[in-house]
């Protein structure tokens, strides 16, 4: 009788954590795997002025500025309203302009600059999550 119960308790001791790490592990796949095709040439060719993501190189909620034209200064002044405040990682710039992403609401404060036909894959930490408006040129076609 001694013996059983040594040998009951030491099963549960080692299957526990088996299962819980077994656990995690399907839980990280599922919920952290993006689609395999990701990357930023997906943006490439697209009726866009450019594009950002939520990850880094491409991955992840992927947002598309739409073509308005103009042939002027275009801006979001408050990411939040489109529901990007502090989430950019990576950026694609499909225009011929530079871009201005900064880092406080309003287009003002320190801003980082993305060159025309540009792309950045995972911003430094300055930026990286911290954007929360841009300005961009609306030419007239991309
Ligand atoms: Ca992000």
């Not at 993501?53 to 489109?82: E, F, H, M, V």
């Amino acid at each position: 009788m001694k013996c059983r119960q040594i040998r009951q308790g030491s099963k549960r001791r080692w299957l526990g954590p088996t299962l819980v790490t077994i656990g995690i592990t399907l839980a990280s796949a599922i919920a952290g795997a993006p689609p395999a095709h990701a990357a930023i040439s997906d943006c490439y060719n697209k009726p866009a002025y450019g594009c950002w993501w939520s990850g880094a190189n491409g991955t992840g909620d992927r947002y598309q500025i739409p073509i308005t034209g103009g042939n002027k200064w275009c801006s979001i002044n408050d990411l939040g309203t489109i529901g990007w405040n502090d989430r950019i990682t990576s950026i694609y710039n499909n225009t011929r302009h530079d871009m201005y992403f900064f880092i406080r609401g309003g287009r003002v404060g320190d801003y980082y600059t993305l060159k025309g036909g540009h792309s950045v894959s995972d911003l430094n930490s300055t930026f990286d999550n911290k954007i929360s408006s841009v300005v961009w040129y609306c030419e007239s076609s991309v």
